[in-house]
Every structure is written in C-alpha cells, then in structure tokens.
C-alpha cells in the first residue's frame, strides 16, 4: 500500500510555470508575487489588509507584538490548542494564562474566560474547535465589552464558515497560514489579516526587523534606499517570492480543495460515526468546517500511551495519523508546577485521547476504507494487549 499522508499539497502545471517566474522575480528583487498572496488573501477573508510572514508562528508573533504585548503581560488563551499558538506567546514575552475547554466541543467557555480577565491581560488569543467554530462569536462579544483584542488563530480553520460569518473574520486580527496544518497547504508561509490599516502597517514593520519602509520614514539624502530606519522591536519574518508563488496556486483553488475535503470527511462520519470506542463529533447545521484533517476522539478507558500506540501502528501501516492539539500548560515551552492535568482536566483528556485522519483532497474512498478498518483493527490490538499484561 502506498502511504497516505497526513496532508498533501496539489501542486499543478501552473505552478511550475509560477516558480519559475517568481525565480526571475527572486533575480531581480521584484517582490510582486508577494503583494499578489496578500491581495488574494485580503479576497478570500474578505479582510482590506494582509500581511505576508515566513511562517504562521511567526504571523502569530507579529500579531501578538503588535497589539503592545510587554513582558509579564498574560494573554488568555485555551489549554487545549496547538503548540504553535503558546510559542508565539512566549516568544512575544507573554504569559499563557491557560482556560479549560468545553468538554465536548473543545473550545474556550466564555464564562472561564470572562473570570480570567485581569489588569495584567493584554489580549485574548481563540481558536476555532473543528466542529464547533461558533465560540468564536462569543469570544469576539467578550472582546468588545472589554476592550481586549482578541487574535484569532484560523491556520486550520481558513475556509470554514458558520451561519453568521466565517473564520479568519473575528477579532482585531487572524493568522492564516499555507503550511502542513492548512487547508490550502503549499510550501509554507502565514499571513495577518485585519480590518485595520494602522495594525497591518505595524505588523509589517513588525516583520521587517521593525524598519519602516523608505514611503513612511522620514526623508533622509544622506540615507541609502536599502538603509530603513528602526522605529519599533522587531523580527526577521519576511516571506519569500517562491513560496509566496506557490501559495497563490493554493489559496485560488480553495473553493475546489474544501469541496473536496469535505466529501472525505462526509466518508469518515458515515463510516466512523457508530463505533462505540470512538467520539465523532458532526458539525451542527450551518456549520461547515474546513477539515485540515479528521480529529477523532478515542473512547474514556484509553489512555495516552493507548492513543500514541495506535499511532505508531498506523504509521507502520503507512498511514500519516498524527496527535491532536496540545496541553498547552504541560509544554516545555509554558511548563508550569504541579500537574497540569489536575488543573486543566478538560483539556488534558482531550489531548491525550485525539488523533487526526488524513482528510486531503487526494483520500480515496478506498483510502477511507483502509484507514478505518486499520484504525479499528489498532484500537482492538490495544485493547487486547492491555487485557493480556
């Protein structure tokens, strides 16, 4: 059997003939192709600014230090997200002030996050759950009657839409990203988008080592064009013309790719939906998640150890499964003392039992079969290895 990645690019004809082009353009400093990913990025979100990084967390890092992240300021984030969202915290000098999450959909409860509100937050930072993005509408209220900026990640969101908006549509601003998590996976990259032109400026000077372009800094004779001036801290998170060139290919063919995940996962919920030792949650009526991949929750008598085994065995089957989101306060990155499974219990469980099929456009209905009976055929060997100890 060949092996079915977690994700997979599709990469076409015409992006070649892109490359190709946007290596003349790499020759001839012409940053163009970059300016291109952005408009069509601002298109698709339906957001005036975007602001091209060379990755998501960096997107994420420009973000969090444009809304005056300062060392010990606390931004509220859930406990149950991806390792890429708490870095980007740190890395901006804030501290994760950790919420538990809903048991069942994963996502912040407003009333936790309402309770975590302190002089010493700086922003709220949501994600949206695979199947249950409308949190996002709540989080936003909050942010209103607070005056706190919420950043939204949407890397793996980007596409998905609910009855009242679409993701990538909340908060001051959003992080899309065109690597391994996104839906419009290419060869990597993020971009923030945002309503509001003065972030946007800040953020790509944020980007930019914190040097303004030569058109907003002061004219200076004796300044060489190249020699832009520093008017605030900053990061080395430029994107690339090659990859900025490849993305386009992916962000114009978005409407076909989500189709096409979306019959996948139609597949896995026919076909997973009634085992007794698995948790599939359907997304409710109106809701229409992007599905970067499938999550699947294993049964309360598994344990982590059970969920990293059966992870191994498909991956010896050649099936590209992987973990689900992370306990956040339990990564090195944000280790706290004590155990944070007491203290996030919510989370805690839904790390250590969640895994991610392969839901790209190039599963087979065939691929979906393999990848169930594997799937079950791992979970009982587990089972069965547990008994037999």
């Given at each position: 059997?060949?092996?079915?990645p977690?994700?997979?690019?599709?990469i076409?004809?015409?992006?070649?003939a892109?490359?190709?082009?946007?290596?003349?353009?790499?020759?001839?400093?012409?940053?163009?192709?970059?300016?291109?990913?952005?408009?069509?990025?601002?298109?698709?979100?339906?957001r005036?600014?975007?602001?091209?990084?060379?990755?998501?967390g960096?997107?994420?890092?420009?973000a969090?230090?444009?809304?005056?992240?300062k060392?010990?300021?606390?931004?509220?984030?859930?406990?149950?997200?991806?390792?890429?969202?708490?870095?980007?915290?740190?890395?901006?000098?804030?501290?994760?002030?950790?919420?538990?999450?809903?048991?069942?959909?994963?996502?912040?409860?407003?009333e936790?996050?309402?309770?975590?509100?302190?002089?010493?937050t700086?922003a709220?930072a949501?994600?949206?759950?695979?199947?249950?993005?409308?949190?996002?509408?709540?989080?936003?209220?909050?942010?209103?009657?607070?005056e706190?900026?919420l950043?939204?990640?949407?890397?793996?969101?980007?596409?998905?839409?609910?009855?009242?908006?679409?993701?990538?549509?909340?908060?001051?601003?959003?992080?899309?990203g065109?690597?391994?998590?996104?839906?419009?996976?290419?060869a990597?990259?993020?971009?923030?988008v945002?309503?509001?032109?003065?972030?946007?400026?800040?953020?790509?000077?944020?980007?930019?080592e914190?040097?303004?372009?030569p058109?907003?800094a002061?004219?200076?004779?004796?300044?060489?064009?190249?020699?832009?001036c520093?008017?605030?801290?900053?990061?080395?998170?430029?994107?690339?013309?090659l990859?900025?060139a490849?993305?386009?290919g992916?962000?114009?063919?978005?409407?076909?790719?989500?189709?096409?995940?979306?019959?996948?996962?139609?597949?896995?919920?026919?076909?997973?939906?009634?085992?007794?030792?698995?948790?599939?949650?359907?997304?409710?009526?109106?809701?229409?998640?992007?599905?970067?991949a499938f999550?699947?929750?294993?049964?309360e008598?598994?344990v982590?150890?059970?969920?990293?085994?059966?992870?191994?065995?498909?991956?010896?089957?050649d099936?590209?499964?992987?973990?689900?989101?992370?306990?956040?306060?339990?990564?090195?990155?944000?280790?706290?003392g004590?155990?944070?499974?007491?203290?996030?219990?919510?989370?805690a469980?839904?790390?250590?039992?969640?895994m991610?099929?392969?839901?790209?456009?190039?599963?087979?209905?065939?691929?979906?079969?393999?990848?169930?009976?594997?799937?079950?055929?791992?979970?009982?060997?587990?089972?069965f290895?547990?008994?037999?100890?």
């Amino acid at each position: 059997m060949n092996f079915i990645p977690h994700n997979r690019p599709d990469i076409r004809h015409q992006d070649f003939a892109s490359l190709e082009s946007a290596l003349q353009a790499l020759a001839e400093e012409d940053t163009s192709p970059i300016r291109e990913l952005e408009r069509l990025a601002a298109r698709i979100t339906d957001r005036p600014h975007a602001v091209a990084a060379t990755t998501a967390g960096v997107a994420l890092e420009a973000a969090m230090l444009s809304v005056g992240l300062k060392v010990g300021d606390e931004v509220i984030c859930p406990a149950f997200a991806p390792a890429r969202l708490v870095a980007a915290i740190v890395r901006a000098g804030g501290i994760p002030c950790f919420v538990d999450v809903d048991s069942r959909t994963g996502g912040m409860r407003p009333e936790a996050v309402e309770a975590a509100i302190s002089d010493r937050t700086r922003a709220l930072a949501a994600i949206a759950p695979w199947t249950a993005p409308s949190v996002l509408e709540e989080l936003a209220s909050i942010s209103r009657k607070y005056e706190v900026p919420l950043i939204e990640d949407a890397i793996e969101s980007l596409g998905t839409t609910m009855s009242s908006d679409s993701a990538a549509r909340f908060g001051v601003m959003a992080v899309i990203g065109l690597g391994r998590e996104s839906p419009a996976i290419a060869a990597g990259g993020g971009l923030i988008v945002t309503h509001d032109e003065r972030m946007a400026a800040m953020c790509r000077e944020i980007l930019m080592e914190g040097r303004a372009s030569p058109d907003d800094a002061e004219e200076d004779d004796d300044m060489p064009e190249e020699g832009w001036c520093h008017v605030r801290a900053g990061i080395d998170g430029r994107l690339d013309v090659l990859r900025a060139a490849v993305g386009i290919g992916s962000l114009e063919r978005m409407n076909e790719t989500l189709a096409a995940r979306r019959e996948v996962a139609d597949r896995y919920i026919a076909r997973l939906g009634g085992e007794a030792d698995l948790m599939i949650s359907s997304p409710p009526p109106g809701v229409h998640p992007s599905w970067t991949a499938f999550p699947v929750r294993l049964d309360e008598r598994f344990v982590q150890e059970d969920r990293d085994s059966i992870i191994r065995g498909m991956r010896r089957h050649d099936i590209g499964v992987t973990a689900g989101w992370s306990l956040g306060p339990a990564l090195p990155i944000a280790r706290r003392g004590g155990d944070p499974e007491d203290r996030w219990p919510f989370a805690a469980r839904l790390a250590s039992r969640t895994m991610l099929l392969p839901c790209h456009s190039f599963v087979t209905p065939a691929d979906v079969d393999i990848i169930c009976q594997t799937l079950l055929l791992m979970m009982k060997q587990t089972v069965f290895s547990r008994g037999s100890q």
